[in-house]
């Protein structure tokens, strides 16, 4: 495929809608997980569960830690007691963030809005060029992250229309870094008890931090792939990782990020080191197929939307062809999509 003339409808599949995943299956690890040959797409049928036999002792698995905000809260303009929804995206200051605002002609630089019985409190600060705004919040008691884990609720995807009783089944068991506005969703399958078990076992797990952005949300609008301009988010890698990750390469061990933000973050890294060293930054790495990669010798992911970012990256390590045959058969298989769906290894 030529780089040149990749098109977004390149990447469109046909996935019908009883096929989108509404709720997380129990327990977690239940779900299913296609494993599908990186050189002759070859795919085989397994569950999550069964990813312990699918890793050899000395592989090492990055996980992305982010915790996700309750960022969605509801109030009322102070002056006129009409209905407002904020969703927080990400903070600019001690007390300012990025929102975003609906009904929008409501939240005019100035005005004043009330949350949760009065325990917190935002002035519109500032309007930005695409109609977010930058919010002043006061606190009347804790802070912030403690009244949100109150008032707030999850900034579920669009996609997904059910309500989720239990917060905790949008984060990660292992999510420690608060900061995402969306969950990176690829490690929603692991347990504790198994992440015990891959270590029993001799596999090594590491974690990075991507605070994800809702531009993963966000639609590729331009019809020619190149035309696309990725969102900027924030990462950090640790020592520990860095120092992992290269005794993993000497020893012949295998490299797999869970999830596209992992490898989002170790790719962005070695790009601007040429190895991936302890660092943090900011980053908008766009990956599509033609892609050079550094650091993966696999991927766990979900299956994703069509035409998006992220099915772009995955046909950039398993290859377009493969990519588009294993997702036409996960779609003849009914195998569960997005967020809250199925698995999928490539190694």
Not at 97 to 108: D, M, Q, S, T, Y
Not at 181 to 198: S, V
Request: glycine residues 8%; hydrophobic residues 35%; aromatic residues 10%.
């Amino acid at each position: 495929m030529n780089i040149n003339d990749m098109k977004k409808s390149d990447f469109y599949y046909d996935l019908p809608k009883e096929l989108i995943a509404q709720h997380p299956v129990e327990p977690r690890n239940s779900s299913r997980m296609m494993k599908i040959d990186r050189q002759t797409g070859e795919c085989e049928h397994l569950h999550f569960y069964n990813l312990c036999d699918c890793l050899k002792e000395g592989d090492l698995l990055v996980l992305n830690d982010s915790r996700v905000l309750p960022a969605r809260i509801y109030g009322e303009r102070e002056d006129t007691g009409s209905f407002i929804e904020f969703l927080l995206l990400e903070q600019r200051g001690n007390d300012e963030w990025e929102i975003l605002c609906r009904p929008g002609k409501k939240a005019k630089k100035g005005t004043f809005f009330t949350f949760g019985g009065g325990r917190l409190r935002a002035e519109i600060t500032d309007v930005l060029e695409d109609g977010n705004r930058i919010a002043k919040f006061y606190v009347s008691e804790g802070n912030i992250y403690s009244v949100l884990d109150e008032i707030g609720q999850m900034p579920l995807p669009p996609y997904i229309t059910e309500k989720l009783d239990d917060k905790e089944r949008y984060q990660t068991v292992y999510s420690n870094e608060i900061g995402s506005a969306a969950a990176p969703t690829a490690g929603l399958h692991f347990t504790k008890e198994m992440l015990a078990d891959l270590e029993s076992r001799g596999i090594n797990i590491a974690y990075v931090t991507l605070h994800v952005g809702l531009g993963t949300f966000r639609p590729v609008k331009e019809e020619r792939v190149l035309d696309h301009k990725m969102h900027s988010e924030h990462y950090e890698i640790p020592e520990r990782t860095a120092r992992l990750i290269e005794q993993t390469k000497s020893k012949g061990g295998r490299v797999i990020a869970v999830g596209t933000t992992s490898c989002r973050t170790l790719e962005s890294a070695a790009a601007l080191y040429g190895k991936v060293i302890a660092c943090d930054g900011r980053t908008e790495i766009f990956i599509y197929p033609g892609f050079e990669f550094k650091v993966l010798d696999g991927l766990i992911t979900n299956f994703h939307l069509p035409e998006s970012t992220l099915i772009m990256l995955v046909s950039a390590f398993l290859g377009y062809e493969n990519t588009m045959n294993a997702y036409r058969l996960a779609v003849e298989e009914k195998y569960r999509f997005f967020s809250f769906g199925d698995s999928m290894m490539i190694v």
